[in-house]
């Protein structure tokens, strides 16, 4: 029968491996984008190994004592096996055939003692114990991680490549005004002269952040633990603003292009929009930065079909995957490798340098305080978060009529 020892033993192992598996999800998810663990991860990683540590210090102990527990019943069990005698009658009985049972019938009815006690216990009235009778010997359990449908990408964010924030506002010096130079009308001519000015862009970085107070009951009795959980949530709910605020700003800054018109397109009306944005780009920023196309969600539909991944001979593209979707480049139209973010406005799709917007981050994470009081423990996330629009012509949109 199963132990007091044998339900915590199994609760720190379930617990032990659903922290492996929340920290091989989060290493997944750094190698499928082919980069380091940020900040935020590396401390959840920290957070499960540091618990991982205090599950095998409580096993050791109980580990040890069940097994000397077990292998006192089996001697215990020996040890009644040897003190009882032959005459003990069985317990159980089963026979191999219907034939089995009436020799047996037989033998008891001309007096066999022991055939008797055989059928005895046969016939015995057997009370059946299920699983009904008794709920409040069966555990509840609860099998991780935690389904939770929160998409914590940032693929604009990270195309961008956020740098670190240098403080509070500040400003972003860019050339309004280049020199010039032209040919010599002349020998001995003066040359042309025209002075550079250099204006400032100021920037302003905005503090994301949310907060949920838990009682020190919910922190103590559940598993898996809710205080992994809750900051886990609070850093995808920032990922997710941060996102949105990237992709609304860059929207905001842009100069309007090529559109397509309504209705379905062809292959090359969307490349000839791709090839007339990216040569205002390139007429902005003379090749500065890299080319690439962000878009939204609701553009998949029309874009996906249009350039299927097989057979790419002679096309506009290469072909998108679904499977590249969220995570980086699904695919490339006209050479120009395509960003797909659930933050873009709809029917809308940007073609920017690099170079023509930044953004600044300074992320603080999770944030913990006691209240005694309430036996509760109030945790937070925040960060800081800026975007600058560098140079606008640099930053062209393709609207999609609907």
């Known amino acids: 029968m199963p132990r007091q020892t044998d339900h915590m033993l199994a609760r720190y192992a379930a617990e032990i491996e659903e922290r492996q598996a929340f920290i091989d999800g989060i290493v997944e998810g750094a190698e499928r984008e082919t980069r380091d663990l940020t900040p935020q991860e590396m401390e959840l990683v920290t957070r499960s190994r540091e618990r991982m540590a205090v599950c095998n210090e409580q096993i050791e102990p109980l580990r040890d004592a069940r097994r000397i527990a077990s292998e006192s019943a089996t001697r215990v069990a020996e040890i009644a096996t040897l003190i009882g005698g032959p005459n003990d009658g069985p317990t159980t009985v089963e026979y191999r055939s219907a034939g089995a049972y009436i020799i047996d019938r037989w033998r008891a009815g001309v007096g066999n003692d022991t055939a008797r006690a055989r059928l005895e216990v046969y016939h015995r009235a057997a009370a059946h114990q299920t699983t009904g009778d008794n709920p409040g010997l069966l555990p509840e359990s609860i099998i991780g991680p935690v389904v939770s449908f929160v998409d914590s990408n940032r693929p604009v964010v990270t195309l961008l490549g956020p740098r670190q924030l240098p403080g509070g506002s500040w ?25 550079m000015v250099i204006n400032k862009v100021p920037v302003s970085p905005v503090t994301y952040g949310g907060y949920v107070n838990v009682s020190r009951q919910d922190v103590d009795w559940t598993s898996p633990g809710i205080m992994d959980i809750v900051i886990g949530d609070l850093a995808a709910q920032y990922a997710v603003q941060t996102e949105h605020a990237a992709a609304n700003a860059i929207v905001a800054a842009s100069v309007a292009g090529p559109s397509l018109g309504t209705g379905a397109n062809t292959p090359d009306e969307v490349a000839g929009a791709f090839w007339g944005a990216a040569g205002a780009v390139y007429n902005a920023t003379y090749g500065s930065g890299r080319l690439v196309a962000i878009t939204g969600t609701d553009m ?14 002679n096309a506009q593209s290469a072909g998108f995957a679904a499977s590249g979707f969220g995570t980086g480049p699904a695919g490339a139209i006209a050479g120009i490798p395509l960003y797909v973010s659930a933050g873009m406005p709809a029917n809308t799709i940007i073609i920017m340098s690099t170079a023509a917007f930044e953004a600044y981050e300074d992320r603080i994470g999770s944030l913990q305080v006691v209240e005694p009081s309430v036996l509760g423990v ?15 012509a640099g930053i062209v949109k393709v609207v999609k009529t609907p």
């Open 378 to 392: 109030q945790v937070a996330y925040a960060g800081y978060f800026a975007t600058v629009a560098i140079l606008p």
């Open 171 to 195: 400003s972003r010096p860019t050339v309004q005004q280049h020199t010039n130079v032209q040919p010599q009308s002349a020998e001995k001519t003066e040359l042309v002269s025209q002075k």
């Open 300 to 313: 998949l539909a029309q874009l996906g079909p249009m350039f299927p991944p097989y057979n790419p001979t």
